[in-house]
């Protein structure tokens, strides 16, 4: 995976295990990228908060640098906004199809789809409180966002459901599918009503991404229990 080589244009992905850091550490395996993966526990990094402030002012996993952010060099802390930066710097590599093509397009479909619909659902989810000041509130926040995440992965089982072996038709693998593979592990460890693994399609379809070599190694290099 090359987590320890250092190039002239030294890479760092500031990750957690099995967080929205997964996605963009799965790209860069896929991509046979060099790159540092440094562990960042937000909660107990006391004394390296401000220096992680300076990187990404939202505080938030993950964080993607390539070169010396002090003199220059990039910073990106948006995974959807690394996944395809990896892929554009990454050509060679199957993350996303050709650029101009329907099916580039289609990708990009996708990849919004997913932050802004089923990610969005999961974590208000997941942190319901954050979003009432009414305790007595969450209940109803989470029964209605278990409502429509279920709703959001039936229609994925159903897009899935032609036949096609990856979610951009006629595509290799690529960074959509590791992105929908995060998304759906988080579903299933917060058990959500409707679990991906139980869903005709969609539940196969996780289980071929999760064997995927890049997904295998990222999982093992994080250290946690596979969701499929």
């Known amino acids: 995976m090359g987590q320890t080589a250092m190039s002239e244009k030294q890479k760092r992905l500031h990750y957690w295990p099995d967080t929205a850091s997964l996605a963009p550490h799965m790209c860069l395996i896929e991509a046979g990228a060099s790159f540092e993966l440094v562990k960042t526990d937000l909660k107990a990094y006391k004394f390296l908060t401000a220096e992680y402030r300076t990187l990404n002012p939202h505080m938030r996993i993950p964080t993607y640098t390539e070169g010396n952010p002090d003199e220059g060099g990039l910073v990106l802390y948006e995974a959807a906004a690394i996944c395809l930066h990896v892929a554009d710097t990454h050509s060679n590599s199957s993350l996303m199809p050709e650029l101009g093509s329907d099916a580039r397009a289609l990708a990009y479909k996708y990849m919004i789809?997913?932050?802004?619909?089923?990610?969005?659902?999961?974590?208000?989810?997941?942190?319901?409180?954050?979003?009432?000041?009414?305790?007595?509130?969450?209940?109803?926040?989470?029964?209605?966002?278990?409502?429509?995440?279920?709703?959001?992965?039936?229609?994925?089982?159903?897009?899935?459901?032609?036949?096609?072996?990856?979610?951009?038709?006629?595509?290799?693998?690529?960074?959509?599918?590791?992105?929908?593979?995060?998304?759906?592990?988080?579903?299933?460890?917060?058990?959500?009503?409707?679990?991906?693994?139980?869903?005709?399609?969609l539940g196969p379809y996780l289980k071929r991404c999760q064997d995927l070599p890049a997904a295998r190694t990222a999982i093992e290099a994080e250290g946690f229990e596979p969701n499929f």
């Open 113 to 201: 789809y997913l932050t802004n619909t089923l990610q969005a659902e999961l974590m208000v989810f997941n942190y319901a409180k954050r979003h009432c000041d009414d305790e007595s509130a969450i209940p109803s926040i989470r029964a209605a966002g278990d409502q429509r995440i279920g709703k959001m992965l039936e229609f994925l089982d159903r897009e899935l459901g032609d036949g096609r072996t990856w979610l951009v038709p006629g595509a290799a693998h690529g960074a959509v599918d590791y992105y929908l593979l995060m998304l759906a592990g988080w579903a299933e460890y917060f058990k959500v009503s409707t679990l991906p693994s139980t869903l005709s399609v």
